[in-house]
């Protein structure tokens, strides 16, 4: 059987218009700028306006005309729809039927959705390019969309301050003979001993969303912030040496490293495992906060638009998330 090699063909991110600030959540909770940038490194975050079609369907419309753009190739092109998201639009219909309904798609193409929390984007690649390889498929479109405004509890301090609304999106194709982009090696993971740290009880089928639940205030995302950190400075580092060591690859290999976006300190801490340096980094949790599976993404994009990651650039991800699921991919663009 003849195999392929997998190409990122194009990318696409969408970040809400409204800014929400350190001060603007001061106002509500008892917080401050220099508390929140101190032990997060987050300045500023975007929120989501439904009244504008900002949900994750409608983020990853938006990031997706910028990726086929980019891609040179149309709609109806996309010939598989992945789609990562914690909460997405609603239960059914599927975010991924939906994406494909507003983008004009008429080809009838299988649309998934997959929540693996902040790691479902870094999840998807994975599996995308074991469907390219195969030539299952030619043109996929991995989506991570996220919309955590609408269950982040804005009046908890603990978790307000640390998440944000995004979507990315890349376009996953074969490479030509000619061409050397392809995925090395990837790894994923998930350790449920610690599921019940990072937690969204109510809304599913244990627990509707009724009146008593909103009265216990139950809606919202609870956490354990120092398990979550630990673990993921030390997965992270962990599934990033793998990937690299599995690939034939020392670390002064690697181009470019995109970390999830949680926090400054994990990022710092994960590159600090490995004495990676910072310049290789590429962060915006100072500007966007934790978008969750968007994180990756996003970054990818900014730091391809911006002429930093360039073809022929071997680049790293790293994802971590609810689960506690993690992964990390290792390519060359
Ligand atoms: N402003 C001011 N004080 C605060 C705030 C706040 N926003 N939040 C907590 N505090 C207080 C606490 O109440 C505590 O006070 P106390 O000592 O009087 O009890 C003190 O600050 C220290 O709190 P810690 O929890 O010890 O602070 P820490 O340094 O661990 O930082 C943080 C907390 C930022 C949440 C950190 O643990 C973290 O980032 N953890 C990882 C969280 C994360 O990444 N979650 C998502 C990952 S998975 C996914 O992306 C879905």
Request: hydrophobic fraction near 40%.
């Amino acid at each position: 059987m003849k195999l392929f090699n997998t190409k990122i063909l194009g990318t696409g991110s969408f970040l809400p218009d409204k800014i929400l600030t350190n001060e603007d959540i001061a106002k509500r909770v008892e917080t401050n700028d220099q508390w929140i940038i101190e032990r997060t490194g987050i300045k500023a975050r975007r929120v989501a306006d439904l009244s504008k079609g900002e949900n994750p369907s409608g983020m990853a419309q938006q990031a997706t005309l910028r990726a086929l753009e980019a891609a040179n190739l149309t709609p109806n092109d996309i010939d598989c729809i992945l789609f990562s998201s914690t909460l997405a639009d609603q239960a059914m219909p599927n975010a991924a039927s939906v994406l494909q309904f507003k983008l004009g798609i008429t080809n009838n193409c299988p649309a998934l959705d997959v929540n693996a929390a902040c790691s479902g984007w870094v999840y998807l690649l994975p599996m995308a390019d074991a469907m390219i390889k195969t030539g299952m498929y030619k043109h996929i479109l991995v989506v991570g969309s996220e919309m955590l405004s609408s269950f982040n509890n804005w009046d908890d301090r603990n978790t307000c301050i640390l998440f944000g609304d995004a979507c990315g999106v890349a376009i996953l194709g074969r490479s030509s003979e000619t061409e050397d982009a392809k995925i090395y090696s990837t790894v994923l993971s998930s350790d449920s001993s610690k599921k019940d740290h990072l937690t969204l009880w109510a809304g599913g089928s244990n627990k509707r969303i009724t009146k008593e639940v909103i009265d216990n205030d139950e809606q919202w995302m609870t956490m354990n912030g120092q398990e979550i950190f630990k673990a993921a400075v030390k997965t992270m580092a962990s599934h990033c040496e793998k990937v690299v060591r599995d690939s034939g690859f020392t670390m002064s290999d690697v181009d470019w490293f995109i970390p999830h976006q949680a926090n400054l300190r994990i990022i710092e801490g994960v590159g600090n495992r490995f004495n990676f340096p910072m310049e290789k980094v590429i962060i915006n949790v100072d500007k966007y906060a934790n978008t969750s599976s968007a994180t990756v993404p996003v970054a990818f994009d900014e730091a391809i638009r911006d002429g930093r990651i360039k073809r022929g650039d071997n680049v790293l991800f790293a994802a971590f998330g609810a689960g506690l699921t993690a992964g990390a991919v290792f390519f060359k663009y």
